[in-house]
């Protein structure tokens, strides 16, 4: 952790990779906020974290070919929720993919 310039600290993530594949995105370079700061924000206080929406697209659309590739899914069109799938058949187990967050100095996988 880094303390920042207020009384909050940061983590330096590096990127992102899912099913162990890192994804080309460099937080560096994508801003989410207007003054220039951060690709990424983690809230402890929160229940959501945010990625900058250039590398948001890029996560997003690993997840669409790892669905497709894995499973055959079709991702819905013109549906107000983003990566939603018709149900798949019952009886098969579909587990997710790991996501791992790479941060300086350490890794954070999220598993299936």
Same mark, same amino acid.
């Given at each position: 952790?880094?303390?920042?310039?207020s009384a909050l600290y940061y983590m330096n993530m590096l990127g992102i990779s899912v099913e162990g594949r890192?994804?080309?995105?460099?937080? =560096?370079? !994508?801003? +989410?906020?207007?003054?220039?700061? =951060?690709? !990424?924000? +983690?809230?402890?206080?929160?229940p959501q974290s945010y990625l900058a929406e250039p590398a948001c697209r890029i996560l997003k659309e690993e997840l669409v070919q790892h669905f497709r590739r894995c499973y055959g899914w079709q991702l819905m069109?013109?549906?107000r929720v983003?990566?939603?799938y018709i149900h798949p058949p019952r009886g098969r187990n579909y587990p997710l993919p790991s996501i791992t967050f790479h941060f300086k100095g350490a890794n954070f996988t999220i598993g299936p």
């Open positions: 952790m880094v303390q920042g310039r890192r994804l080309n995105i460099n937080l =560096g370079v !994508f801003r +989410l906020y207007p003054n220039g700061t =951060g690709g !990424f924000a +983690l809230d402890s206080g929160s069109r013109n549906y983003k990566l939603c």
